[in-house]
């Protein structure tokens, strides 16, 4: 039981940061009223009721709203996928880090033709 609560706060988890992502890439592509309730919902965490309140419009407006926000946000990432070229490109960095560490301990030139190998894939995906 308990592992079961684990992975469904885990896949929690995983989506918000999944959501903060993809508003911090392509959070200008939306307009301001767009923008301000998806903050609201997604930053701030306020209730659908308590942003219904603050804009005027019904929960259910807020609810579709955000929905809507979601979809489109995950449409631009679908198509664009500069989060997961981003990731990617993270990855590579990250074990190129690793490996001058490495190479730092053993002065093993293996590493530096894999960071040679790593830097050269970086900069062909661009």
């Known amino acids: 039981m308990a592992y079961m609560i684990f992975k469904f706060v885990a896949g929690i988890m995983e989506r918000i940061v999944e959501q903060n992502l993809l508003y911090d890439f392509y959070g200008e592509l939306l307009n301001d009223h767009q923008k301000k309730i998806y903050e609201d919902a997604i930053y701030n965490d306020l209730s659908l009721s308590e942003i219904a309140d603050e804009y005027g419009i019904s929960r259910q407006g807020v609810h579709d709203l955000i929905k809507r926000v979601t979809k489109t946000l995950d449409g631009y990432e679908a198509k664009l996928h500069l989060i997961q070229k981003f990731l990617e490109t993270k990855d590579k960095?990250?074990?190129?880090?690793?490996?001058?560490?490495?190479?730092?301990?053993?002065?093993?030139?293996?590493?530096i033709h894999e960071i040679k190998k790593l830097s050269n894939e970086i900069l062909e995906e661009f």
């Open 93 to 111: 960095v990250s074990k190129i880090d690793s490996l001058v560490d490495d190479y730092m301990e053993s002065q093993d030139i293996s590493d």
